[in-house]
């Protein structure tokens, strides 16, 4: 992308704020120009945080049910999925899906669930709880 050419429109989605790209100045080096975002950019962020939301609302509705545990609910209000809470707490894909579940939850012992406390950003009652 060429200098003149880094998108200008806004992106509400940013609040305000500005994020850096990269472009090519008038000799070809490639330098970082300040964005306020476009309004595609921002029609696909609005998407994907309501299919989030649409989710922490289905997951709700299992852990109600005694099908999912609070963890599930949790990854997705904090706009989360499976990979990328395993990358933030450090526990592999697949521990992750069975920690999903009540009784793969209900195993943690108080260190993991801190693990997933800590990248989550709550305390360790709270993930195990609904709001």
């Not at 289905?58 to 109600?64: D, E, K, L, N, P």
């Not at 707490?89 to 108080?110: D, E, M, T, Y």
Request: hydrophobic letters at 45%; aromatic letters at 8%.
């Amino acid at each position: 992308m060429n200098l003149d050419a880094v998108p200008q429109e806004g992106n509400a989605t940013l609040g305000g704020q500005r994020k850096l790209m990269y472009a090519r100045d008038a000799d070809g080096r490639s330098v970082l120009v300040p964005s306020r975002g476009w309004e595609a950019e921002e029609i696909v962020t609005a998407q994907a945080v309501d299919l989030l939301a649409a989710q922490a609302q289905q997951a709700r509705a299992r852990v109600a049910a005694g099908e999912a545990a609070p963890l599930e609910y949790w990854m997705y209000a904090c706009r989360m999925d499976v990979a990328l809470l395993a990358q933030t707490s450090g526990f592999w894909q697949w521990r992750v899906r069975r920690h999903l579940r009540p009784a793969g939850f209900a195993k943690l012992s108080p260190r993991q669930r801190q693990r997933y406390a800590d990248a989550l950003g709550m305390t360790v009652e709270a993930i195990g709880t609904l709001p």
